[in-house]
């Protein structure tokens, strides 16, 4: 069976704090893995990724995968309240077989 | 902007009615699914449907069934809710096909289903 692993399950952290967020993942097929941010509405699509070592940046965000190890992070610079959400980690398995995990509830106080 | 639509953010039933739960895509996405979220076991696929009149069950498919008759449109039906299916509930869509990136999906903004 398929499984995804994220932790910590939540943390707290102050405004400026460096975050980062793990997800070990076992599937018997790998095409990708997937980060979504989930605020109080729709996940919204972060990053996909597909080759071991290769950084995907989006200003603060930043993720990479290793595929020999089997896990991916998510980390998180100079958070900001509007970072808080739950960070959701998926790995696509093909054929329509998406596995989540139980993501990781984040929360920045100022 | 909005994409996929759920008709209802918040709903409350009673054990063993029947519960509707509605969604809209606009993206022509023939891939549509729907999951269910719970604190500690994250999101569970219950159903997806890969074309109109076309469905296949997910890994907790029991005391649901679903409709596709339209490609736009894909319901989620608890035939007699109980109270084990208090969860907040996501739609998704994604196109099909085999290229990286076929299935990133895009949810909808969730129902919140509380079955007293």
């Known amino acids: 069976e398929d499984k995804v692993v994220q932790s910590p399950l939540s943390l707290v952290v102050h405004e400026g704090d460096t975050v980062t967020l793990n997800c070990s993942y076992e599937?018997?097929?790998?095409?990708?893995l997937l980060w979504y941010k989930q605020e109080k509405k729709a996940p919204t699509f972060l990053f996909m990724l597909?080759?071991?070592?290769i950084e995907k940046k989006s200003g603060r965000l930043s993720s990479i995968l290793d595929k020999k190890e089997l896990f991916s992070i998510l980390n998180i610079t100079a958070t900001q309240t509007g970072d808080s959400a739950i960070y959701l980690c998926a790995v696509d398995g093909g054929y329509q077989k998406v596995t989540f995990g139980t993501g990781t509830k984040l929360q920045v106080i100022p | 902007d909005v994409k996929v639509t759920q008709s209802s953010r918040y709903l409350v039933k009673r054990t063993g009615e029947k519960v509707f739960l509605e969604c809209v895509q606009d993206m022509d996405h023939e891939n549509m699914f729907w999951y269910r979220q719970d604190p500690g076991l994250g999101l569970r696929l219950i159903y997806f449907?890969?074309?109109?009149?076309?469905?296949e069950k997910g890994d907790i498919p029991e005391g649901y069934s679903v409709s596709r008759e339209k490609k736009e449109r894909f319901s989620l039906i608890l035939e007699s809710a109980s109270t084990n299916q208090t969860s907040m509930y996501l739609c998704a869509s994604t196109t099909p096909g085999r290229a990286l990136g076929a299935n990133v999906l895009t949810f909808g903004a969730g129902s919140r289903l509380t079955v007293l």
């Open positions: 597909t080759s071991s070592g």
């Open positions: 449907s890969y074309d109109v009149k076309m469905k």
């Open positions: 599937v018997t097929n790998f095409r990708s």
